[in-house]
């Protein structure tokens, strides 16, 4: 799930405060332990965890807190969304393993199965091709047959049961 990102800017006009008010919010926690993501430049990159903390941050400020006791509790906020997201990363990794060790078991499973049944084709091909050969070397006496009259005769003379023994 992608979470949305916020620069400094935009997180000022949300909280309805100046951009130099968010620097300060940030150094304040920051300074109590709490990190922040960083572009290439530098510059903070807020998360929607971070826009709460500085939400909650700004309502301890205005309810009559110190901005250290506030930044404290924000700061904690942070840290503990981040232990939870951390365990819970774990935690679906662990699951991403135990179900990709399964898909391998099942995948090798498949695999054996799918080479015993080519084995099986391959074993009715060959015995397939020997009842072939059978059957060309059956077809070449009853072709001599034919052509010399013998298979015309049984046909068209009927036979007595006596004469079947010949």
């Not at 709460?52 to 400020?61: E, G, N, S, T």
């Not at 679906?92 to 799918?114: P, W, Y």
């Not at 074993?123 to 034919?146: F, W």
Request: no cysteine.
């Amino acid at each position: 799930m992608l979470e949305s990102s916020y620069r400094t800017g935009q997180i000022a006009e949300l909280l309805e405060v100046s951009t130099s008010s968010i620097r300060k919010y940030a150094a304040a926690v920051e300074k109590h332990g709490a990190t922040f993501v960083k572009d290439d430049k530098g510059e903070r990159i807020f998360t929607e965890q971070d826009l709460a903390a500085f939400r909650h941050l700004r309502k301890l400020i205005t309810g009559g807190n110190t901005m250290d006791t506030a930044a404290i509790n924000a700061a904690t906020l942070l840290k503990n969304n981040k232990e939870i997201r951390t365990q819970t990363g774990e935690v679906l990794a662990n699951n991403d393993r135990e179900l990709f060790v399964e898909m391998a078991n099942r995948i090798e499973t498949l695999t054996k199965q799918n080479e015993a049944l080519v084995e099986a084709v391959n074993e009715m091909r060959r015995g397939q091709a020997h009842i072939m050969v059978t059957l060309k070397r059956l077809e070449e006496p009853l072709k001599e047959e034919v052509a010399s009259g013998i298979v015309e005769e049984r046909v068209t003379k009927p036979r007595k049961w006596w004469q079947f023994g010949r």
